[in-house]
């Protein structure tokens, strides 16, 4: 196996602007650090159980990929859009009670984000499965591709703590570019 191109492949679809990635960064704008991290956490454990999915089930879903992709790109657009809706509409001069980022959430995000989903269902056999067969390799494999995933989300959270104040200041425009970066991944979906 070509590491490089692994780790290449693994940086750019983990810490490259997504669903996750926003969502967490908002978080940390509207809840703090402390509430990414849970969310951050349970995405991370989400993004390893598909991880372990698509390497078992890897000859399975070759054959059905496309019914399977088509239902999570309906899904997903949709979810992202009411992400992108409940972002906008966040009123920062109102306490908020309800925090919708928590461990949960993280987790079930993974299983709504096409990025991931896509990221997922390549990364193993494009890399993995060519190249090791024997289950402590791939398992490996996926335990690394796992803290790749959860070194991108920590990344966005330092991001959104150490501009914590500079995007508090201007929450609104911050709220509304948060938005279109979710409006604009439901749609590059679909093209």
């Known amino acids: ?41 349970g995405a991370t454990i989400g ?12 000859t399975i879903l070759v054959t059905i990929i496309p019914k399977i992709l088509v239902v999570m790109q309906i899904i997903g657009s949709m ?16 306490p908020t009670v309800n925090q919708p980022a928590t ?15 896509l990221f997922s269902m390549t990364v193993i056999p494009s890399f993995i499965l060519p190249n090791y067969n ?10 690394a591709i796992t803290l790749i995933g959860l070194a991108a989300f920590t990344t966005w ?6 501009f914590k104040d500079f995007l508090r200041k201007h929450d609104k425009i911050v709220n509304v570019l948060m938005t279109l970066f979710l409006v604009y991944a439901a749609i590059m979906i679909w093209i």
Do not use: E, R, W
């Open 1 to 41: 196996m070509n590491i490089t191109s692994f780790l290449i492949y693994c940086m750019i679809a983990t810490f490259t602007p997504g669903p996750t990635n926003i969502v967490i960064l908002s978080t940390v704008h509207n809840f703090g650090a402390k509430k990414a991290m849970k969310y951050s956490y």
């Open 47 to 58: 993004f390893g159980l598909l991880l372990v999915i698509s390497a078992a089930l890897n």
């Open 79 to 94: 979810y992202m859009f009411y992400l992108a809706y409940q972002i906008y509409k966040k009123d920062m001069s109102k």
């Open 103 to 117: 461990l949960m959430s993280g987790f079930l995000m993974q299983f709504l984000n096409p990025k991931v989903i």
């Open 134 to 143: 024997a289950v402590p390799a791939v398992a490996t494999s996926i335990i």
């Open 157 to 162: 959270v330092l991001f959104g703590t150490i």
